[in-house]
């Protein structure tokens, strides 16, 4: 069992390559194998793969007859494709903004040497523990025209009160921010004032010292200073913006009609009951594009090359 | 921050009189945070009081209002006899399921995912970097893209629609994170630790059981924790992969709740949308900050 790697010298290999690629440093290797074929396999075989076949007519299975852009041109002409586009930018847009403008300013508020610290953070981040589904179906609960919040203040008095949000084609679409707000804003918060918290105290000093307004402190000294963070929220965010899912399944189910259909909906539909597989690979194949947007400029961003490492 | 005077030091013990002028800006503050907290906290008062109420006093349209008549038959319903669409058997066989599938996904893929660590740390072979990397980014991919031919493979395999083939997609989809999680910790002990084991003849998998994995225990328990929550929340991975006898807990949770035949029962919907978010709320609340050090430790070092 024991490997060693720093012999490798002493014995007279017959082929010095395949020496290293496979004996040496054995042990490593073999623990490390499920992350090759991770890679291998799922990252870059099933990507590729899907890509592949999203250039196929493939309906109900897999087929080799290629037809070029046939599927982009059928899925950029049908309307529920654009339908989920659409919703997917107009909540992602809001999602993004409002989760990170609201976190950030929540954390801000926490910072201030509060009681009840843990107490409140206890409270913003419980949601984010619980699933989409749950999220959703509470929501789907308080949201309900007929029986929840909508009726409860009109029976108290407020005749004219409306919020039929998530029956209403218009307005669906913030229904399922206010629901996702609720999910996800309190983890938002919580890596805001993580690095909030990493800041030197020395820095709060100088600008005090400086007589530099608090508002105007965190606005230019602070928050360019927190760009790492930001950064990797954002990434963390918006990546999963763009596979929202289970809450649409949960809270709509992409009704009323199709006013709420996302397009990671939109591939999962078409991939196991629409029987219409080569839609659902170019969906998808769109959407892997759209992460990659968010993807590449961050990674030159991140590893940019400095010094070792 | 903002509200202090400069010469204040951080009052965090009042003492005396209470000072008028900071007071207002305190109160303001007080003022949101108590409003946001209120926001977040008002569903889990409505789930709570829905479920315990009966369906006529449901009908009388009042959300916020306290049960007047406490029942926990809507719990009991949800728990043994609710409707998920095929059968009637309620939220039990569902979290089961969940069970069956939550323990062995989470025990192998930490385990991997610790393994793994660690070797890329302290055994750093040809590529080993180039992969981790390549594993990261991956874990950026959407599942979409990846999904179909998941069910091939699994297929190919024979376990397509069966347990196995769930824990596989969640052993595979938990790398990413796990890995880095461990790597990054085993990148802060000391190397001095490492190389005394290599000197005294230690192998790599002794020096990994008997050095390394004790003392791992911090970041092995937010390692469960993340994954606990995280594959006891899923829902994708197990409506196409588990097959309709294994579908875990929150699938049967939304079939139970969005089925549309017969009356729709709310108070049973939310004793069972309860039920199901009880295991990751129990997690979160028992482990606390080892919850937010995992999510904070996966984003913030990323």
Redesign the interface.
């Known amino acids: ?6 012999d490798a010298a002493a014995a007279p290999p017959p082929s010095r390559f395949l020496y ?1 690629l496979f004996r ?2 054995l ?3 073999v ?2 194998t ?3 074929a ?2 291998l ?7 590729l ?2 890509v592949y076949y999203s250039f196929t007519n493939s309906r109900a299975l ?1 087929t080799g007859d290629f037809v070029g852009f046939a599927q982009y041109e059928r899925l950029f002409a049908a309307r529920r494709w654009n339908v989920s586009v659409r919703n997917l930018l107009l909540f992602g847009v809001l999602s993004l903004v409002l989760s990170m403008t609201i976190g950030f300013l ?1 954390a801000v ?6 009681r009840l610290e843990n107490t ?15 999220t959703g ?6 949201m ?1 025209p ?4 909508q ?2 203040l ?3 008095g407020w005749e004219s009160f409306t919020f039929d949000w998530i029956t209403n084609t218009d307005m669906v679409i913030y229904a399922l921010v206010i629901a996702d707000l ?1 999910h996800k804003t ?2 938002v918060t ?2 805001m004032l ?2 909030l918290r990493s800041i030197d105290d020395e820095i ?1 000093k100088a600008a ?1 010292v400086d007589g530099i307004p ?2 105007r402190t965190y606005l230019s000294i602070v928050l360019p200073m927190m760009r ?2 930001i950064i ?2 954002l ?2 965010v918006g ?1 999963a913006i ?2 929202l ?2 809450l649409v ?2 809270l709509t ?1 992409g009704g009323p009609g199709i006013a709420s259909e996302v397009p ?1 909906k939109y ?2 539909n078409y ?2 009951s629409g029987g219409n ?1 080569g839609q ?2 170019a ?3 769109i ?2 594009a759209a ?1 990659l947007v ?2 590449i400029p961050w ?1 030159i961003i991140e ?1 940019r090359p400095k010094k070792e490492r | 921050m903002t509200a202090l005077p400069a010469t204040a030091p951080s009052a965090v013990v009042p003492s005396g009189p209470r000072p008028k002028r900071v007071a207002a800006s305190r109160i303001v503050l007080y003022g949101i945070l108590l409003v946001a907290a209120l926001y977040y906290l008002l569903p889990l008062y409505v789930m709570v009081t829905t479920s315990l109420k009966g369906l006529p006093e449901i009908r009388l349209g009042n959300i916020f209002a306290p049960p007047l008549e406490v029942t926990f038959e809507p719990w009991v319903k949800a728990w043994t006899s609710a409707c998920t669409g095929l059968t009637c058997k309620g939220l039990s066989p569902g979290f089961w399921n969940s069970v069956k599938i939550t323990i062995p996904s989470t025990v192998l893929s930490v385990l991997i995912a610790a393994v793994n660590g660690y070797a890329l740390v302290n055994w750093r072979f040809r590529g080993s970097e180039f992969f981790f990397t390549a594993l990261i980014f991956g874990s950026f991919i959407p599942y979409q893209v990846m999904v179909y031919p998941l069910v091939l493979v699994t297929a190919s395999l024979g376990i397509f629609g069966t347990l196995q083939a769930v824990i596989l997609i969640h052993t595979i989809f938990g790398m990413p994170i796990l890995t880095l999680l461990f790597r990054n910790y085993f990148a802060s002990l000391p190397p001095e630790l490492f190389k005394a084991a290599r000197v005294d003849g230690a192998g790599f998998w002794r020096i990994f059981f008997q050095i390394m994995l004790p003392m791992s225990l911090p970041i092995l328990a937010v390692a469960i924790i993340l994954q606990v929550t995280g594959i006891w929340n899923d829902f994708l991975f197990g409506v196409i992969f588990a097959g309709t006898q294994n579908y875990p807990m929150t699938v049967q949770l939304n079939n139970i709740v969005n089925s549309t035949q017969g009356v729709r029962e709310y108070n049973v919907n939310m004793a069972a949308t309860i039920l199901t978010g009880l295991v990751p709320l129990a997690v979160y609340f028992v482990s606390g900050r080892l919850f937010v050090r995992g999510i904070a430790a996966g984003a913030v070092k990323g």
């Open positions: 069992m024991a490997e060693t790697s720093i290293n040496r440093n042990s490593a290797k623990a490390a499920p992350m090759v991770t890679v396999v799922v990252f870059v075989g099933c990507t793969w899907t897999p929540l508020l926490m910072d201030q040497k509060i409140l953070r206890t409270i913003f981040l419980y949601p984010f523990a619980l699933s989409a589904i749950v179906l509470v929501w789907q609960w308080i309900n007929t029986l929840g919040l009726t409860t009109r029976n108290l609720w309190g983890f919580v890596l993580a690095g709060w005090r608090t508002w790492g963070v990797t929220t990434v963390i990546s763009v596979r899912y289970d399944v949960a189910d990671a591939v999962i991939m196991f597989l659902a690979l969906g998808s194949t959407m892997l992460v968010f993807l990674a590893f």
